[in-house]
């Protein structure tokens, strides 16, 4: 829900973008400029639809991947075209073959969890990009989503605990919920009142219902900067905004060997890997630079 930006077009190019934070697509911007050409001309061609507008029209190949993603240096929008087209296994098969999915599961998961039950109506589900939420939030792109998976695969095993901190319209919770199984216990933690009643309609119609139904997973209302103990400790965090520095609470919910995934930074950010040792040290790395909203409080994020 991303590396420095590659000129390079081949698979394992990873974008870092459409975590939490909205910003202006360039095709976007373009599009608009085309459309508005078109109502101020004088043929009679019809006027295409704005997506099929952007679906039809391409950048060059490096340009365009320069100019992907929602990191500090770039937003703009990938649209998956041909003639499976907004189809959510075909969204998948796009991020394998880009190399953005190496994992069997992440991609099984991903294609069982159909992303279209999280995105509101009026917005494209299968495009490679945020999409707004409401609430000054945003659902993270596909490609960040399977990036948070794969690094977290090995902590989301049949019957471990995970914890979602800001898990909006619920579609990670979700991920999280199938990789780990009834075994397991999927914690999401959401400061929107309003996000956590819809996130939990999302999932009633998704294939993780019955997981929701039994109670291996569950939404809530709470400050996510304090995680949910009571289900600690977690083998895989997951952290859907960006704080200054690492929230005490989380990493102490942390259980030895497992692993957190939190951006971290102000106006330049970074996605930290927090591994946590069996005899309770930590290891931090640096996975890529990303750009997410702060992980802040309701009353902060309500003002924008």
């Known amino acids: 829900m991303p590396t420095p930006i590659s ?26 400029t085309l459309l508005h050409n078109q109502q101020h001309n004088h043929s009679h061609r019809p006027r295409l639809p704005l997506f099929s507008t952007l679906s039809s029209f391409h950048l060059p190949p490096n340009l365009n991947r320069l100019l992907t993603g929602d990191c500090p240096f770039s937003g703009m929008e990938r649209y998956w075209t041909g003639s499976t087209n907004n189809k959510n296994k075909a969204m998948v098969e796009n991020l394998r073959r880009d190399g953005v999915i190496t994992s069997k599961k992440v991609a099984e998961v991903m294609s069982t969890i159909d992303r279209a039950l999280f995105v509101p109506d009026e917005c494209p589900p299968y495009v490679d990009s945020p999409m707004p939420i409401g609430y000054n939030a945003t659902i993270s792109a596909p490609h960040m989503h399977a990036t948070c998976l794969q690094l977290l695969q090995d902590n989301l095993q049949s019957g471990m605990h995970a914890l979602d901190v800001g898990s909006g319209t619920g579609y990670l919770t979700a991920c999280f919920a199938l990789m780990v199984g009834s075994q397991g216990r999927v914690v999401g933690v959401e400061h929107i009142p309003e996000l956590v009643v819809e996130s939990i309609k999302n999932i009633e119609k998704s294939a993780a219902a019955p997981l929701l139904k039994e109670g291996a997973l569950s939404i809530h209302v709470g400050d996510g900067r304090q995680g949910w103990p009571e289900c600690a400790p977690y083998d895989a965090i997951h952290v859907g905004a960006a704080a200054p520095e690492i929230p005490k609470p989380l990493i102490d919910q942390l259980k030895p060997g497992g692993r957190m995934l939190i951006p971290v930074g102000n106006i330049f950010q970074d996605l930290k890997v927090v591994d946590k040792n069996q005899d309770g040290s930590i290891n931090v790395r640096t996975e890529t630079s990303v750009r997410y909203v702060p992980l802040t409080s309701r009353e902060a994020q309500w003002q924008g």
Do not use: D, F
Not at 10 to 27: D, N, Q
């Open 7 to 32: 000129l390079s077009t081949g698979p394992g190019v990873v974008r870092a973008y459409g975590c939490r934070y909205i910003t202006p697509p360039l095709k976007r911007l373009l599009a608009y």
